[in-house]
């Protein structure tokens, strides 16, 4: 089969999550099929692009300017496409390359990489089978930033976004074959309100020969947070985790690491060297995650799966969430980690954990054995495989 997939990001470096889902069910795709990438050129232009391991023929165009972007997709109007986040995304020479590419060669099929690009979907015919990854939900994910928002302005503005993204993914996913969700919890939510799209789940993952328990001594009394700190459910967790919970936690000498790429103004601002450290961008997270006593992910934004819990999961650390944090992963709390839905819980939470080591020991355990079990990258690269395989030899089969 002969695969056009279309990404507004380059997905590498994995520095972050929506790249590790991409990059990984690219790689799942390009082990089958003859899979063409056309996207923006990555950081660092066509000099990165020797670095890129996949198979797969690679078509880069420079990204336009946001303000040439906006310009272009307000002047182009479109009723389904009136949000912000779109507009800004908006790329005339991404499409205009995707569409060279079906002009030279008989494409079989199309995979829209984010809700960003499945816009292009509705701009002319495609007459190819069209699969759409959501990757999140991002009406949902606004509506929560407009409820806790704290000033009018702000609740008024993202409420108003919510309602353009809501827009666009029910038109986009009634005009897609296929639309690939990252859990149950986001599948419900699209049927919602959209019932008439196909769903399935294709979940995030793992690689667990990559993120495995490694040896050596552990920090005492100390926390870590990994992700993409420029995002702002990431820079909103933290903030929430310095302000409301690291005062209650009572274990002595507390510290927390926050590790990942382009912190904000925000996010360098919690950093005293002492109780809280803002790493930056390091070459690898997975040191921190394992000399850390226990992985909090303290989100209070967002939808799919999250890869870093995943990959907490997958090195055998012991656990802390908030049940955000954990949606659409069918963990158990008390024996895959510790689920915590209010500050309080969450440092009492983190607090036993700190003073009782066999218990670290037997979550971490089962954190990583719940993790290889379900959601290791070569299953889920499989599943997508058969998915295409199963849209192509049964066009109209009703999906999960």
């Given at each position: 089969?002969?695969?056009?997939?279309?990404?507004?990001?380059?997905?590498?470096?994995?520095?972050?999550?929506?790249?590790?889902?991409?990059?990984?069910?690219?790689?799942?795709?390009?082990?089958?099929?003859?899979?063409?990438?056309?996207?923006?050129?990555?950081?660092?232009g066509a000099a990165a692009l020797p670095d890129f391991p996949l198979a797969c023929r690679l078509v880069c165009v420079d990204k336009?300017?946001?303000?040439?972007?906006?310009?272009?997709?307000?002047?182009?109007?479109?009723?389904?496409?009136?949000?912000?986040?779109?507009?800004?995304?908006?790329?005339?020479?991404?499409?205009?390359?995707?569409?060279?590419?079906?002009?030279?060669?008989?494409?079989?099929?199309?995979?829209?990489?984010?809700?960003?690009?499945?816009?292009?979907?509705?701009?002319?015919?495609?007459?190819?089978?069209?699969?759409?990854?959501?990757?999140?939900?991002?009406?949902?994910?606004?509506?929560?930033?407009?409820?806790?928002?704290?000033s009018w302005w702000r609740r008024r503005l993202f409420t108003y976004e919510a309602r353009q993204l809501r827009t666009a993914e029910?038109?986009?996913?009634?005009?897609?074959?296929?639309?690939?969700?990252?859990?149950?919890?986001?599948?419900?939510?699209?049927?919602?309100?959209?019932?008439?799209?196909?769903?399935?789940?294709?979940?995030?993952?793992?690689?667990?020969?990559?993120?495995?328990?490694?040896?050596?001594?552990?920090?005492?009394?100390?926390?870590?947070?990994?992700?993409?700190?420029?995002?702002?459910?990431?820079?909103?967790?933290?903030?929430?985790?310095?302000?409301?919970?690291?005062?209650?936690?009572?274990?002595?000498?507390?510290?927390?690491?926050?590790?990942?790429?382009?912190?904000?103004?925000?996010?360098?601002?919690?950093?005293?060297?002492?109780?809280?450290?803002?790493?930056?961008?390091?070459?690898?997270?997975?040191?921190?995650?394992?000399?850390?006593?226990?992985?909090?992910?303290?989100?209070?934004?967002?939808?799919?799966?999250?890869?870093?819990?995943?990959?907490?999961?997958?090195?055998?650390?012991?656990?802390?969430?908030?049940?955000?944090?954990?949606?659409?992963?069918?963990?158990?709390?008390?024996?895959?980690?510790?689920?915590?839905?209010?500050?309080?819980?969450?440092?009492?939470?983190?607090?036993?954990?700190?003073?009782?080591?066999?218990?670290?020991?037997?979550?971490?355990?089962?954190?990583?054995?719940?993790?290889?079990?379900?959601?290791?990258?070569?299953?889920?690269?499989?599943?997508?495989?058969?998915?295409?395989?199963?849209?192509?030899?049964?066009?109209?089969?009703?999906?999960?």
């Amino acid at each position: 089969m002969r695969i056009l997939f279309l990404s507004e990001r380059f997905p590498y470096p994995l520095h972050d999550g929506g790249n590790l889902r991409t990059y990984h069910l690219l790689a799942g795709l390009a082990a089958e099929h003859e899979v063409t990438l056309v996207a923006h050129a990555p950081p660092g232009g066509a000099a990165a692009l020797p670095d890129f391991p996949l198979a797969c023929r690679l078509v880069c165009v420079d990204k336009p300017s946001v303000l040439w972007r906006v310009g272009g997709r307000v002047y182009q109007g479109g009723r389904s496409c009136r949000s912000l986040f779109l507009a800004k995304n908006w790329s005339p020479p991404l499409l205009a390359a995707a569409r060279r590419q079906l002009q030279q060669l008989p494409f079989d099929a199309i995979h829209w990489n984010h809700l960003d690009t499945a816009c292009y979907a509705l701009r002319g015919r495609w007459p190819q089978l069209k699969v759409f990854d959501t990757h999140n939900c991002l009406s949902g994910m606004g509506l929560q930033v407009a409820r806790d928002a704290r000033s009018w302005w702000r609740r008024r503005l993202f409420t108003y976004e919510a309602r353009q993204l809501r827009t666009a993914e029910s038109v986009i996913c009634r005009h897609m074959d296929r639309n690939l969700v990252c859990s149950e919890d986001d599948a419900t939510t699209y049927r919602q309100f959209c019932p008439e799209g196909r769903y399935t789940v294709i979940p995030n993952g793992v690689d667990t020969n990559f993120f495995h328990p490694q040896p050596g001594p552990q920090e005492a009394h100390s926390l870590v947070f990994t992700g993409a700190m420029n995002y702002f459910p990431n820079e909103q967790a933290a903030q929430f985790f310095c302000r409301e919970i690291l005062p209650r936690i009572t274990a002595d000498k507390k510290k927390v690491y926050f590790v990942g790429r382009q912190p904000t103004s925000a996010i360098r601002a919690l950093h005293d060297g002492q109780r809280v450290i803002v790493t930056g961008e390091v070459a690898d997270v997975r040191p921190y995650v394992q000399r850390s006593q226990v992985y909090i992910v303290p989100l209070q934004h967002g939808s799919g799966t999250r890869l870093k819990i995943l990959e907490a999961m997958a090195m055998g650390k012991a656990v802390v969430s908030t049940p955000l944090g954990a949606e659409g992963i069918p963990v158990r709390h008390g024996q895959h980690l510790l689920l915590a839905d209010s500050a309080e819980q969450f440092s009492r939470s983190v607090d036993e954990l700190l003073a009782n080591d066999r218990q670290r020991e037997q979550l971490g355990a089962a954190a990583r054995k719940f993790a290889t079990d379900h959601f290791d990258w070569t299953e889920i690269q499989s599943a997508v495989r058969q998915l295409y395989r199963d849209a192509v030899e049964a066009p109209n089969a009703l999906c999960n």
